[in-house]
């Protein structure tokens, strides 16, 4: 069987993925969406003939390379880390998962590393359309491969479109459609894409806010606001309806995590919004006090925006540890239970096989087979919780809350606020007056870090908030990790660390250079 | 369409275009073959900005190249993904390294205030060059080796040696053909070099050189070659999936596949010819990679069908001859190919726009002028 192992292990491993995620996605933000807003301001150019739009475009492609650059290194690692530190999981899901990974690279790599040559070295060597044209495909490509990468992860959250195969012992896809098209996956995409494109117009204001305050390149730095101020209002509209359908499909696929995020422990009926709180710590699941020292809710919204009913049911952490029998609520120990049941059938039917039991074997087979009445109620009944057969604990099946509530609610503060930004800025630069507003463009300047202090809290929601699932339900992070010395995989989290921190520093200086040359030397 | 093919031959077609991806791959590491000369072929500071702008402008292709055969072994093979890459532990993560600290070099190079200094890129420009073909060259040397790992009831790795990979350096063999794609890879740099750089100095240098590197990539590819053909291989039963020693596997594969032989030999006089024209003859210099370059495409593409077509284990344990990997029972079910299948018909128009694209980028030869003009530089 998948055997357990011990804890370090898991913990280092998802300390390393982590570590490698939330570097790469300092990184991936800035080039899916600086890149659109390249490619708007050089079709400006070829429009208007303007050569000052030419001179925007430069610049910003300039901190769009050295930006790009550290992506790809980042990228290239969580790809060779679902192999070397989850290579369990590699093979129970690759099944389904390697086929985006695989699309990614065919449909989107190639298309974003083969222009982006032409993007930056093409100016005097193909037409301005031509060039036009591959800046475009550049910016398609980067938000492709968003696209293959999020589906992926996005069925890992809500997996569909898939059987077990015993045989293999490993799940197998049997409906790409419903991989591709599932909600969570698509809503996933545009949530994150969207978050990424607000990251880089926010990127792009502060910057053009500290030439503004310099004085210096004025017209720049207005046309440059002007261009993210829109993309950026737009984005952040769609980021916050995205987030909408974000906390639906949570609710719908993932109770424990929408718990973790508000925080909440004792389920009800129309449940309330925590829009503020601060909560207890060290708070003991089945405790009957409020886990909060206070909050601030709005009543029935929780309810509403999680089932589209101002009367549904939310379910709590306790329900779901300890089950709730008025609302049809397994406890996590029959969950469990149910769940080494479906292990200890998997191998008996392989002992079976492996002993040349035929009647056995198929007799067990069709435990699997989902046309036998007695598999459509195992796989109903036992395997739906197969991965719970893993876990020891029941409290195992809850997220870490303070993580997850916390980096919600700033995650969901903050998209709120970058709306109200992006009016102001908007307002400000339509009525040409922006460079005069001093206190408004300090403001942008200290919004620069909250675009991606927003974007990570999103991702701890995303991750920490799934724990203890690597694909929900089937697959816990104990049963995905790879068997090798919790020592190695020590060694190499602080050898990356100290790699992505020298590169971060790198990119950080260089890119600072870069602004204060501003877009006559930069741009060259 | 591809719903009627036999899983079998699935099976086979993605093992085809892994193959396919590995040859152009090892085609493609001429950028980091290109990175090991620097400080060779250039004497001076504008000579070594035109070879790293030169190869800056292709280093992605190998990258994605990279990046994608890894994706696609992973979408058709996965078992042997999750075997390799979790068993291999060290030797995976030295190659990972190496391209980690090649993709910012080109960008951060030659920018001020680049916090690791200029020499420190061109430093981890060599590493990846050497570090990453060479170990390359040893992870594809024990598709025919074998290495020591066992698969559990429900296909979880365990490896049996606690330096997770680092053992397969222990290998003469593995080293021979580490050192090959190490040497190869600086001859095919030294070849794009002659084909993309406009600068006499340069090409005089890069003349002298590709004899320098040529001879020994031959000397250590026969040395793998013919060890290999003359050893015992890992055969596989088709009817029973047993896997057994077989004397001379690997020749009977190459005679009992005679496209296969024929194609390589092919491949070996294309790669040959590319590097013996272009240190004879000093007319039309750029011709040389094309010839070099097909041929090794050619050379690795039947390497790889040889490792794993004509029931052999491409991925062999050495320590539990059972666990080995076959196309067979190491790939992605027969939906999940044919779902890949048609994503496959999209790799020609990928080949014409990167042709396209290509093509576009060099009309001109990067010369000392270019060097001095406002374009992107690395």
Same mark, same amino acid.
């Given at each position: 069987?998948? +055997?357990?192992?011990?804890?370090?292990?898991?913990?280092?491993?998802?300390?390393?993925?982590?570590?490698?995620?939330?570097?790469?996605?300092?990184?991936?933000?800035?080039?899916?969406?600086?890149?659109?807003?390249?490619?708007?301001?050089?079709?400006?150019?070829?429009?208007?003939?303007?050569?000052?739009?030419?001179?925007?475009?430069?610049?910003?492609?300039?901190?769009?390379?050295?930006?790009?650059?550290?992506?790809?290194?980042?990228?290239?690692?969580?790809?060779?880390?679902?192999?070397?530190?989850?290579?369990?999981?590699?093979?129970?899901?690759?099944?389904?998962?390697?086929?985006?990974?695989?699309?990614?690279?065919?449909?989107?790599?190639?298309?974003?590393?083969?222009?982006?040559?032409?993007?930056?070295?093409?100016?005097?060597?193909?037409?301005?359309?031509?060039?036009?044209?591959?800046?475009?495909?550049?910016?398609?490509?980067?938000?492709?491969?968003?696209?293959?990468?999020?589906?992926?992860?996005?069925?890992?959250?809500?997996?569909?479109?898939?059987?077990?195969?015993?045989?293999?012992?490993?799940?197998?896809?049997?409906?790409?459609?419903?991989?591709?098209?599932?909600?969570?996956?698509?809503?996933?995409?545009?949530?994150?894409?969207?978050?990424?494109?607000?990251?880089?117009?926010?990127?792009?204001?502060?910057?053009?806010?500290?030439?503004?305050?310099?004085?210096?390149?004025?017209?720049?730095?207005?046309?440059?606001?002007?261009?993210?101020?829109?993309?950026?209002?737009?984005?952040?509209?769609?980021?916050?309806?995205?987030?909408?359908?974000?906390?639906?499909?949570?609710?719908?696929?993932?109770?424990?995590?929408?718990?973790?995020? +508000?925080?909440?422990?004792?389920?009800?009926?129309?449940?309330?919004?925590?829009?503020?709180?601060?909560?207890?710590?060290?708070?003991?699941?089945?405790?009957?006090?409020?886990?909060?020292?206070?909050?601030?809710?709005?009543?029935?919204?929780?309810?509403?925006?999680?089932?589209?009913?101002?009367?549904?049911?939310?379910?709590?952490?306790?329900?779901?540890?300890?089950?709730?029998?008025?609302?049809?609520?397994?406890?996590?120990?029959?969950?469990?239970?149910?769940?080494?049941?479906?292990?200890?059938?998997?191998?008996?039917?392989?002992?079976?096989?492996?002993?040349?039991?035929?009647?056995?074997?198929?007799?067990?087979?069709?435990?699997?087979?989902?046309?036998?009445?007695?598999?459509?109620?195992?796989?109903?009944?036992?395997?739906?919780?197969?991965?719970?057969?893993?876990?020891?604990?029941?409290?195992?099946?809850?997220?870490?809350?303070?993580?997850?509530?916390?980096?919600?609610?700033?995650?969901?503060?903050?998209?709120?606020?970058?709306?109200?930004?992006?009016?102001?800025?908007?307002?400000?630069?339509?009525?040409?007056?922006?460079?005069?507003?001093?206190?408004?463009?300090?403001?942008?300047?200290?919004?620069?870090?909250?675009?991606?202090?927003?974007?990570?809290?999103?991702?701890?929601?995303?991750?920490?908030?799934?724990?203890?699932?690597?694909?929900?339900?089937?697959?816990?992070?104990?049963?995905?990790?790879?068997?090798?010395?919790?020592?190695?995989?020590?060694?190499?989290?602080?050898?990356?660390?100290?790699?992505?921190?020298?590169?971060?520093?790198?990119?950080?200086?260089?890119?600072?250079?870069?602004?204060?040359?501003?877009?006559?030397?930069?741009?060259? | 369409?591809?719903?009627?093919?036999?899983?079998?031959?699935?099976?086979?077609?993605?093992?085809?275009?892994?193959?396919?991806?590995?040859?152009?791959?090892?085609?493609?590491?001429?950028?980091?073959?290109?990175?090991?000369?620097?400080?060779?072929?250039?004497?001076?500071?504008?000579?070594?900005?035109?070879?790293?702008?030169?190869?800056?402008?292709?280093?992605?292709?190998?990258?994605?190249?990279?990046?994608?055969?890894?994706?696609?072994?992973?979408?058709?093979?996965?078992?042997?993904?999750?075997?390799?890459?979790?068993?291999?532990?060290?030797?995976?993560?030295?190659?990972?390294?190496?391209?980690?600290?090649?993709?910012?070099?080109?960008?951060?190079?030659?920018?001020?205030?680049?916090?690791?200094?200029?020499?420190?890129?061109?430093?981890?420009?060599?590493?990846?060059?050497?570090?990453?073909?060479?170990?390359?060259?040893?992870?594809?040397?024990?598709?025919?080796?074998?290495?020591?790992?066992?698969?559990?009831?429900?296909?979880?790795?365990?490896?049996?040696?606690?330096?997770?990979?680092?053992?397969?350096?222990?290998?003469?063999?593995?080293?021979?053909?580490?050192?090959?794609?190490?040497?190869?890879?600086?001859?095919?740099?030294?070849?794009?070099?002659?084909?993309?750089?406009?600068?006499?100095?340069?090409?005089?240098?890069?003349?002298?050189?590709?004899?320098?590197?040529?001879?020994?990539?031959?000397?250590?590819?026969?040395?793998?070659?013919?060890?290999?053909?003359?050893?015992?291989?890992?055969?596989?039963?088709?009817?029973?999936?047993?896997?057994?020693?077989?004397?001379?596997?690997?020749?009977?594969?190459?005679?009992?596949?005679?496209?296969?032989?024929?194609?390589?030999?092919?491949?070996?006089?294309?790669?040959?010819?590319?590097?013996?024209?272009?240190?004879?003859?000093?007319?039309?210099?750029?011709?040389?990679?094309?010839?070099?370059?097909?041929?090794?495409?050619?050379?690795?593409?039947?390497?790889?069908?040889?490792?794993?077509?004509?029931?052999?284990?491409?991925?062999?344990?050495?320590?539990?001859?059972?666990?080995?990997?076959?196309?067979?029972?190491?790939?992605?079910?027969?939906?999940?190919?044919?779902?890949?299948?048609?994503?496959?018909?999209?790799?020609?128009?990928?080949?014409?726009?990167?042709?396209?694209?290509?093509?576009?980028?060099?009309?001109?030869?990067?010369?000392?002028?270019?060097?001095?003009?406002?374009?992107?530089?690395?």
């Amino acid at each position: 069987m998948i +055997e357990q192992v011990d804890l370090s292990l898991v913990n280092w491993s998802r300390a390393q993925f982590a570590l490698t995620a939330m570097y790469h996605w300092i990184f991936v933000p800035l080039t899916l969406g600086l890149s659109f807003m390249i490619a708007m301001m050089e079709t400006k150019y070829v429009k208007s003939g303007n050569e000052e739009w030419k001179r925007i475009t430069k610049f910003w492609m300039k901190l769009f390379g050295i930006n790009f650059a550290i992506g790809v290194a980042t990228g290239i690692i969580l790809e060779f880390e679902f192999g070397t530190n989850w290579s369990n999981y590699s093979w129970f899901v690759g099944d389904i998962f390697g086929a985006p990974l695989a699309i990614e690279g065919i449909m989107a790599f190639f298309l974003e590393s083969t222009f982006i040559a032409v993007m930056f070295f093409g100016w005097n060597k193909v037409s301005k359309k031509f060039h036009l044209v591959s800046t475009w495909l550049v910016a398609f490509g980067a938000s492709l491969s968003a696209l293959w990468i999020l589906i992926a992860n996005g069925w890992m959250q809500y997996p569909a479109g898939m059987h077990f195969n015993p045989d293999t012992a490993r799940n197998e896809m049997i409906s790409f459609l419903d991989v591709f098209l599932s909600p969570l996956a698509i809503n996933k995409f545009l949530h994150t894409i969207f978050s990424a494109y607000t990251i880089s117009a926010i990127f792009i204001i502060g910057v053009s806010a500290w030439f503004l305050i310099k004085k210096r390149e004025i017209m720049f730095a207005k046309k440059s606001m002007l261009v993210a101020g829109i993309f950026g209002l737009v984005s952040s509209m769609y980021l916050v309806a995205t987030g909408d359908g974000s906390a639906y499909n949570v609710a719908q696929h993932q109770p424990a995590k929408l718990a973790a995020m +508000e925080g909440m422990y004792h389920g009800q009926e129309r449940a309330g919004l925590v829009v503020l709180g601060v909560l207890k710590p060290g708070y003991e699941i089945g405790s009957e006090e409020s886990p909060y020292y206070f909050k601030f809710e709005i009543p029935q919204l929780l309810s509403f925006l999680g089932y589209r009913n101002v009367d549904a049911f939310v379910p709590g952490i306790n329900d779901l540890v300890e089950g709730n029998e008025q609302y049809q609520l397994l406890s996590a120990d029959e969950k469990i239970m149910r769940g080494k049941v479906a292990i200890a059938t998997l191998k008996e039917y392989k002992d079976a096989k492996e002993s040349g039991d035929v009647l056995l074997t198929d007799s067990l087979r069709e435990y699997f087979d989902e046309n036998t009445p007695q598999g459509k109620e195992f796989l109903d009944e036992y395997f739906s919780y197969f991965g719970y057969g893993f876990l020891n604990d029941p409290k195992d099946i809850i997220p870490n809350v303070p993580m997850t509530f916390y980096s919600f609610h700033i995650m969901v503060g903050l998209g709120f606020y970058f709306v109200l930004f992006f009016m102001i800025i908007l307002f400000f630069t339509w009525k040409n007056v922006i460079d005069r507003k001093k206190l408004i463009l300090r403001l942008a300047i200290l919004t620069m870090p909250l675009g991606f202090i927003a974007s990570q809290a999103g991702w701890i929601v995303s991750e920490v908030g799934r724990q203890p699932w690597v694909v929900q339900d089937y697959l816990p992070t104990i049963a995905a990790v790879t068997h090798i010395d919790a020592s190695a995989v020590q060694l190499t989290f602080f050898l990356f660390a100290a790699l992505f921190t020298a590169l971060l520093i790198a990119e950080v200086t260089i890119m600072i250079k870069q602004i204060k040359k501003g877009p006559n030397e930069g741009g060259q | 369409m591809f719903e009627i093919f036999s899983f079998e031959l699935l099976q086979q077609y993605w093992w085809l275009i892994v193959s396919i991806l590995a040859g152009l791959l090892v085609f493609l590491l001429f950028v980091q073959g290109g990175q090991t000369l620097l400080y060779t072929i250039a004497k001076d500071e504008t000579e070594r900005s035109m070879l790293v702008n030169s190869l800056g402008r292709k280093w992605e292709f190998t990258f994605t190249t990279l990046v994608v055969f890894g994706g696609a072994f992973f979408a058709s093979f996965p078992l042997f993904y999750a075997s390799s890459f979790g068993g291999a532990y060290w030797l995976w993560t030295i190659i990972l390294f190496s391209f980690i600290i090649q993709a910012v070099s080109y960008e951060y190079r030659s920018k001020p205030n680049n916090f690791l200094g200029k020499r420190t890129y061109e430093v981890f420009l060599f590493i990846n060059g050497l570090v990453g073909t060479f170990a390359l060259g040893v992870v594809v040397a024990t598709f025919f080796t074998g290495n020591g790992f066992y698969l559990t009831q429900m296909n979880s790795v365990r490896w049996d040696n606690s330096l997770r990979g680092i053992e397969s350096l222990f290998c003469v063999r593995n080293l021979s053909l580490g050192a090959a794609i190490f040497f190869l890879s600086r001859t095919l740099g030294i070849l794009y070099f002659m084909n993309n750089i406009q600068d006499d100095p340069i090409l005089k240098r890069s003349r002298k050189h590709l004899l320098i590197n040529a001879v020994p990539f031959v000397v250590f590819f026969l040395v793998f070659l013919v060890w290999t053909l003359l050893s015992s291989g890992f055969a596989v039963d088709p009817h029973s999936g047993t896997v057994f020693m077989e004397k001379y596997k690997y020749l009977n594969n190459f005679i009992e596949m005679p496209i296969v032989a024929v194609f390589f030999v092919v491949g070996v006089l294309m790669t040959l010819w590319g590097m013996t024209r272009n240190m004879v003859c000093s007319a039309k210099p750029e011709k040389g990679i094309w010839w070099s370059g097909i041929g090794v495409i050619l050379v690795v593409v039947m390497l790889f069908l040889v490792a794993g077509y004509n029931n052999t284990a491409f991925y062999p344990s050495v320590s539990n001859l059972q666990s080995s990997l076959t196309i067979y029972n190491s790939s992605s079910s027969k939906y999940t190919l044919v779902v890949m299948s048609y994503v496959s018909l999209l790799v020609p128009f990928v080949f014409a726009y990167i042709w396209f694209a290509w093509k576009a980028l060099n009309r001109k030869k990067i010369d000392r002028a270019e060097m001095e003009g406002d374009e992107h530089m690395y």
